[in-house]
Structures are given as C-alpha cells and as structure tokens.
C-alpha cells in the first residue's frame, strides 16, 4: 500500500472515530508503522479534521522527518512499537468509558476488565493498567514498554487506552471493542454478573489467538 494511501486510512479512520465519540477535542492519537518509520498525528491535532499531507513523519528512531510536530505523545508509540515488532499500527485515546473504568479503585490493576464477552476476549485478552504519570512524562513510556512485550493493549491509569493492531484496522477495532467492553463494565457494575469462565476463555483464546 502507498503512503498516500496510508495517509488516507489514517485521516479516514480518525474522523470515524471523533464522529462517533470516541475521542474528542484535540485528544488521541493514531500511528501507522512504516518500512523506515511511521506516520503519527500531528500534536494539537483533531482527529476529525486531519490533513493527510500535515500527518507527522518519524524515522524507526522516532525523529521527526517531515509534516507538522508530532503528538507529544509520540512517545508512548515508540515504546509499544519497540516490543511488539509485529504491530502495524497503534491507537491512543481518551474514550470515555474506558477512561472512567481506570479511574475506578477497586479494579485488577492486573488485568482490568472481566471477560464479559467472547468478542472482548479475542480481541484484547487482557488488559493491565498502567499506574498514573503526568502527560509527557518518559516514565509513562518505560512503564508501558515493560508491559508491551506480554500485552497489545494497555489501559492508563486516569488517562485512556493504547492498543496495538497488525493493521490500522485491527487496532481500530479492539479500540472500539475495549471501550464497548468498558462501557458495559459500568452498566453491570455493582451488580451480580456472569463473565467466561477460565475454560471458556482458555477454549477462545485457542481457536482466536489475538495476533499483534
């Protein structure tokens, strides 16, 4: 596929994300690995409203190469990146629900949300939650690349969800799974429920191994 046309994912997906309310403002920020790097929104940026020829471009060591200033955040890509060299591409945002769910006190900072649906199961799995750190601070990067190795999602603790994907695609999709996953969460919370049990788990995670 083209840059061009990577571009044109990018812009694409992202407005369907921000039409849909899954991110708002000028809040989260999408990636795409490259041969010699990767694409990522430019900071102050929209998701709404991007210009594909504005669209950031790193080298593989993250140094910004052409179009306007990356996010800020950049950093937190690079991280994921780093551990996961399969992933094509990576999303960041400040979804609603998901953010509400790490803001909670009584949740497994082990593996946050319960396996409520088989959809959430194959395409998150588990999900850990990162203790909380300032904006910008590089020791968010360290804490998510510690956790990268084992998991292609991770939740920020006050902050959102970054989610790995083979694809642009793939990592929309689990975005949108894990926030549904969350907004689900809170709907039964306090109430008796049913999640898989650990064979039913076992049993999807054997037939639909998550692959990022």
């Not at 571009?7 to 041969?35: H, Q």
């Not at 999303?91 to 769910?101: K, N």
């Not at 989610?163 to 926030?179: I, K």
Request: hydrophobic letters at 40%; one cysteine or more.
């Amino acid at each position: 596929m083209s840059e061009t046309r990577q571009r044109d994912d990018i812009v694409s997906l992202a407005k369907s994300l921000f039409d849909r309310g899954l991110t708002f403002g000028s809040s989260g920020n999408i990636s795409l690995r490259l041969e010699d790097g990767w694409l990522m929104t430019p900071t102050g940026s929209s998701l709404g409203d991007l210009d594909p020829a504005r669209i950031s471009k790193l080298d593989s060591e993250g140094r910004h190469v052409s179009g306007d200033a990356p996010t800020k955040e950049a950093f937190l890509h690079g991280a994921m990146y780093d551990r996961r060299p399969n992933a094509g591409a990576i999303v960041h945002l400040h979804a609603t629900h998901s953010v509400a769910v790490s803001c909670l006190h009584d949740i497994d900072p082990a593996n946050v949300l319960p396996p409520l649906t088989a959809y959430y199961v194959m395409r998150i799995g588990t999900l850990p939650l990162i203790p909380y750190f300032a904006p910008g601070d590089l020791d968010l990067a360290r804490a998510v690349r510690e956790m990268a190795s084992d998991h292609h999602a991770v939740l920020l603790a006050n902050h959102g969800p970054v989610v790995a994907g083979t694809s642009l695609r793939d990592a929309v999709h689990a975005t949108e799974e894990l926030e549904e996953t969350a907004k689900l969460f809170l709907a039964v919370h306090g109430m008796k429920t049913r999640p898989l049990t650990p064979e039913q788990v076992a049993d999807l995670r054997r037939r639909h191994p998550v692959r990022t």
